[in-house]
């Protein structure tokens, strides 16, 4: 359980997120996911480390340029599980609230 709880976290960060679905087209190199999400150079760079190390995205390096791709693309089933998960918390703390008053 210790090593499924540390995966997930790998999906704690709302800017990993991010990083994330830029990659969910392809591979693209920090230039391109620095302006795809707006984040600085050195936080893209601090995330694809993080996620790289994690096992979730790969780095190919082309000539001068390095590209990194997500691994596997199940993690957007993951990542879109979490949110119906999420949505469906929210329904219910709605729901619990209206029926309490």
Same mark, same amino acid.
């Given at each position: ?7 997930? !976290?790998? *999906?704690?960060? &709302?800017?990993?997120?991010?990083? =994330?679905? /830029? $990659? ?6 920090? /230039?391109?996911?620095? #302006?795809? /999400?707006? =984040?600085?150079?050195? $936080?893209?760079? !601090?995330?694809?480390? =993080?996620?790289?190390?994690?096992? @979730?995205?790969?780095?190919? &390096?082309?000539?001068?340029?390095? *590209?990194? #791709? @997500?691994?596997? !693309? ?8 979490? #949110? ?8 219910? !703390? ?8």
């Amino acid at each position: 359980m210790e090593a499924l709880a540390d995966y997930f !976290k790998v *999906f704690s960060e &709302p800017n990993r997120l991010a990083v =994330l679905d /830029t $990659l969910r087209g392809g591979a693209l190199n920090v /230039t391109a996911v620095v #302006e795809r /999400t707006g =984040l600085s150079q050195a $936080l893209v760079s !601090k995330h694809l480390k =993080l996620l790289t190390i994690a096992g @979730v995205v790969r780095r190919r &390096p082309e000539g001068s340029l390095v *590209f990194y #791709e @997500v691994i596997d !693309k199940g993690v957007y089933k993951l990542m879109q599980q979490g #949110e119906k998960l999420l949505l469906a918390s929210r329904r219910q !703390k709605i729901n619990a609230l209206a029926a309490s008053i």
